[in-house]
Structure formats: C-alpha cells, structure tokens
C-alpha cells in the first residue's frame, strides 16, 4: 500500500464508479459484457501497478486487451481441435 | 558489609523524590530493592547565544557542560550536556527548559529510563548480572550473559493470578479468585474489609513476583483504590500503584482501544485482557521483549511492538554515542508526481488464479523486509549511498534476525509435544513482532529514526526480488499461482514431494540472496473469488490441506474476529470434511450436508447461546452512528448499563428478533433465521467454488492456460 498515492485496486474500484453512468445507459446483455472486461483488468493489478502509468487505466485496457487474446487463443485452439474431430468423423464415414 | 550476589534485574524506576530503585532477583531467591546512583543526562543543541542561555537558567538545577556528539542525519555537532544527578527529576527539567527554548534542538531527554539504564550499564532487563550491595544501595553491576543470549537462563519467578470473573463491567463480581502456584482461593468480594485483609495476606505470604489478572487494569485495581485507598499491592511500600487513562487511537488503518493501565513497583501486573501480545506471546514471550527491548515488562505487554522497537534503536543509538533526537527533524524531501507515482507503493500482490489447485508449494521468503533492511543496508542515515558502513537500522535489526532464526531452528528440531515448545513459540513471536513493526516504523511519520524514502527503497527492492523469483519458477518450468509481498504458490506438472520445490527454493535464495523456506506442499489449494464478482481474483483469501493433512487458510470467516464461535466451528467441520478427499470437490455433497445438519440444530434451538455471542470492533463514538447497526444497538445498550463505551472497544451481543441484546437471551428471544444465514453463507464461501468441473470451466474461462 502506498502512503500519499491510493492502491491501484482502490483506483480501479473509482474508475469503475465512475463508469456507473456509461454502464446504466448500455443494454442488460452489454452491461455484463463490461463488467466481464473490467473483472478481467482485476486478474493483471500488479501488472498494471508496475506499470508506473501516470493514468493506469491505459494499463488496465492493456490487461483487459490481454484476456481477451487469450480467449480468442483458447478459442482458436477449440475450433481447431473441433474441426480435426470433424474431418476425422468424416473420414470414418467416406 | 558488602554482599555480592548473582541474580537478574528485574525493572528499575523512580521514587517520587527522584533516586532510582533497581529491582534484583537473587538467585538465592531473596527479591532487593536497592537505591542506585544513577546520574542521567541530555542535551540541546542550536545557537550558540542561546545555549548560552540556557545554561545560565539551568544553574542550580542540573550540572551543564559543553560537548560534541554526534547526530544521526547532521554529523558532529556541539551540544550544551545536562546532566542530572537525580534521573526522576530529569523529565520536569527538561520539560522547563524546552518551554523557555523551543528554539533548541533536544537528544536523549525523553528516552525510557530501562533503555538508558541499559545502554550506560550494559545490564539489560531480565539478563543474568553480578551484584554488589551493602543492603540499602547497589553499589556495583556487571552483566553474565548478553541480552542476545539463546538459551538465557530464566528468574524463578512467582506468579499469583486473580479472576475476577468473566466482565465485571457487566455482571460485577461476588467472589475473587486467587491462584498460587497450585493453591486456588476463593474469596467473597463482600464484606470489602476480610476480602482486602485476605487478600493482602496472601501478599505477604506468597509474595508474588507476578500478578497476572483479567480486568485488573480497568476493574479490580481501579475498584480496590476507589473503596480501599491505603490497600497497597506494591512490593514497595513507599510507591502506590500508578494509573495511566484509557485512550482510542487509529493505528494501521483502524480504530484502536487501549484501557486504562494499572502499574506495580517492585512487582509486575499483567492484565490479561488489557496487554496486546500477551495472549500470543505468554510470559516467556513478554520476558524475551522486555529482555530484547530494554523495556520494562510491565511496558512491554501493554504497548505496541512499534514501542520495542523504536527502544531497541535507542539502545544501538545510545550504544553508539549517537544522539537520539526528542522529536524528529526530518522532513520528507520534495520529488517529483512521476517519482511519487513509481515509488510510493507497497508489496507486490500478484491476483491468485482462482479455482482449485492440486500439488502447490508455498515458498516463503524468511522475514524479508528486516533481511532487506540487513542485506542492502537500508537507513535514514544510508540512503543513496552505495559504500556506506552498516546504518543504525541494519545494526539494530541484525541480532533480532539472527536469534529469531535460531530459535525457528530450535523449534523445528522439537518434537511437537515437548514441553520447551510453548515457551520457544512464545519468544520466537515476540521476536517476529518486532521485525514485522520494524519497516513500518521505517515510514513512521513520527518514528525518530525513519525517513520515507528508506520506507520505500524497502517495498521497491522487495518487488524487485519478488518479480525475480517469478522469473526463476518460470524458467524453470513452474507456474506461478499467486504472489503475496513475501510468499510465492507454484505448480509443476509432475512435481508433488517437497524434494521436487528444493531447486526453486535454492534458486530463489541464490538469485535475491534473501532466505527463502517452503512452507509446504498442498495436497489441494483452492484461492476463492471475491464476493461481489465472482470473476474477481482476491488476494491471500484460500484454504488447503498439507500433505500431511493439516490446514491453512487466509480470509474466510473462520478468520475474522467478528464470526461466530458456531459459523466458525461449521466452516472448520467443512474443511476438515474437505480435507479427507484427494480433491475437495468430491467431497462438496458430504460438506453440504453438514452444513445442513448444522443449519437443522440451530433452526431446533439446540446450540448454547455462548457458541452464538458475536464481536464486533466499535469504529467510532456512539452518538457519531447514523443508522442503528448491530455495533450502534449494542453501544447504546452498554451505556444504558452504565458502562463507558469509547471507539475501538470490542462489544459482545447475540442477534435477536427485536434486534441486538448484550446480555445472552432466552431461546424463544432468539434471531435463529439470522444466525442460519450467517452459517449458510460460510459453507458457500468455502463450497459455492467447488461446483461440478464442467460449469466451473465455462466460468472461468479466461483462466484456464
């Protein structure tokens, strides 16, 4: 914990209250996609801390950047998986 | 005719007229109250007109002379010495002087008098020493061993405890309980005059070196001097007992409460329930603080670790012909936001994966900020210089570590059931806390030995060397589960016995040249989410079992001050309930059903009211509550009592159907809906985690690697 300067969670916790305006006006189902987004920024705080950033929720859009390539990875490798299983049960039927 | 005896000293104060009184144990087991010539002195520095000065308004007061010591942060300095030949008198002196001159710069004036004593003499409390007496005076003192002493031998000290029941506040007690050795008394409070003459007796008889009590501080003592003002409890008779007032205070970001005081002279009073450590510590723990400080004991159970420590840096600087300043000088230097905005920032916290974790070892590094402090040098008085010899913060702190280490080693070689374990733990303890409040008081704003940028060289290297381990499990193929300021959770595939972390651990230890130790091997780890989202990674908040089955667990409510005996004793079923399994998910039905079981007696009314007593910690006045909150009804409940309510107090009170009652209520009284929710949301905090693999998986997703 800093002495003078708050703790990157607290200023995380005041950015997002800051957003409440921006949250209410999305839909319902956008509204959790947000919130997925930001609970994501949660995971990389030191990170982000480290970052020295004068403004650190530039870093925090970074870390929420770097869930969402690892889910499109974990994706990719999904699909991947999942298409070799197909051309496999097809050639079982051919 | 002079006697010379080996014993220990045990406090030294000041009578009313100024002489020191030292207090010595034979080893014969004869108790000395012995006068000592003890002349003291301190100094002012500034102006050299108005040293002058001040020297002309001392005359007749104190001896002056002029002097060049040598200040921590400035260097030499010349000083006008005061010296006073009566040490009881030197407080008011200076208190005088420095009102006529708050212009000068005060040293060693406020310094606590054991401290002194053991910095000039070298005889430090509760150590072995050789002494001289010719029965009214002490003429002579040498120290047998050193404060630093591993195995110090120990003063056959008797104790007497009294119960005065469980809050006299409350419920005021009709009979006292007085325990000698294995002789327990039973006295009637009423009538006041056989329990005073009973009591005093006992005194004379048993002639306790310790009197250990329960509200002694804030009741017994206070009640005896109301109704009985010429009943004196001290050893020496020409003191009377000294009583300092209850204060509230905020400290490490809460509100804390410290009772009155009740002080003995040529004996020691321990309240239990007023001395912050003492129940963790015990008194092998209290002897080794006040043997390590240089404080008194009956000071060094009531006050903060930062008091010892801050005592322990006295001793160095007085060692040392350093002078120790009355009030800090320093101010923090002006820097730059981008400087305050790297810099000014605690421990690395790195977020847990959440979610269950089979086979973790935990790595711990050994007291890493001290071992920092030690390593690098860090100071006020050493700060941005590279070849610096060792600073007055480094030197303090080394025989600490160093003992604290042996101890910890000692008690690993014990078998778990040996009858020296209570007393180690209780000294290793109190040697931790010592080196825990050490950093802070690095940062202290009011520390006289602190400076903010050493504060924060501290938490700077100490993410550095953390970033460092991180990078050393990785390369070596582990993955890092969860950092917290000074322990690592790693995992490898294939990697279970301890022997599989040894390399890391040498590693680690190789590359930040800090001790690091493993805690252990988790058979299963399970780091929870937060409560509001459960997407939301929370630091040091898990549960797990060893490999040898024991548990750990950070952050449940099984933790908190404020739980339950009952919840609390559901959440400790469900764990070890969890613990029988290879993986606690298997076990998620069985714990359910416990819960549920649990849940069924309360709803019966079959669970005894104490089990059902809820704590909460008073943060405020209160009048100052606006909305009546369980704390806020209990506050107002105790005052309607009669009994005085300050911020930081620790009330007592069961939830019933009209709200909160402080005094346990009948069981058709009862809020046992409220209490079957509190037990319902413990078993989810600990099971709603452990869901069937499949929906965990879709949950958390993004933390599957």
Redesign the interface.
Known sequence: ?????P?ITRQLNETETMLQSFRRTLRRTDQTLL??LL??A?????AV??S???LPFEAALLAMLL?QA??VE?LSRQVTMLEEELARLRGHED | MKIESTGWLMDIYTRPGGELICWLLGEDGRRWLLRMDFPVTFYAAGRAADLRQAWRFLSGQARCSRATRRDLMEGERTVLAVTVDLPGRLHSIYQRLAQAFPQLDYYDADLPLSVRFAAQSGVSLLVRCRFETDGQQLLGLQPLESAWEMQAALPPLRVMEIDCGDDPFLHPPREIAVCCGRRRYHFALQPLRAFLVNLQALLNIYDPDVILTRFGDTWLFPFLNERAPLFNPNRDEQMKVEFRRERSLFAYGQVLYRGAQALLFGRWHIDRCNALLFGEIGLAGALELARVSGLGVQEAVRKSPGAGITALQMQTALREGVLVPAVKQQAETTRTLTSLIRYDKGGMVYQPLVGVHHDVAELDFASMYPAIMVRYNISPETLNQSDAPPGLIPRTLQPLLVKRLALKQCLRALDRRDSRVGDLKGRQTALKWLLVVCFGYLGYKNARFGRVESHEAVTAISRELLLQAKESAEEMGFTVLHMYVDSLFVKREGARREEDFLSLVEEIQAKTGIGVTLEGVYRWLVFLPARRDQRIPVANRYFGVFQDGSLKYRGIALRRHDTCLYVAETQLEILHCLARADDPCEQRETAWALAGRRIQRLQRGEVPADALQMAVKLSRDPQAFRRPSAAAQAARQFQAQGVTVRPGMRLFFWFTRQGVSIAPPPPEEMDWDRYARLVLRAAGELLDILRPAQKNRQFYLPLLR
């Open positions: 914990m800093g002495r003078t300067v703790t919130d997925g609970a994501s949660h995971r990389h705080l030191a801390s480290a020295g950033a004068l869930e690892r889910q974990q």
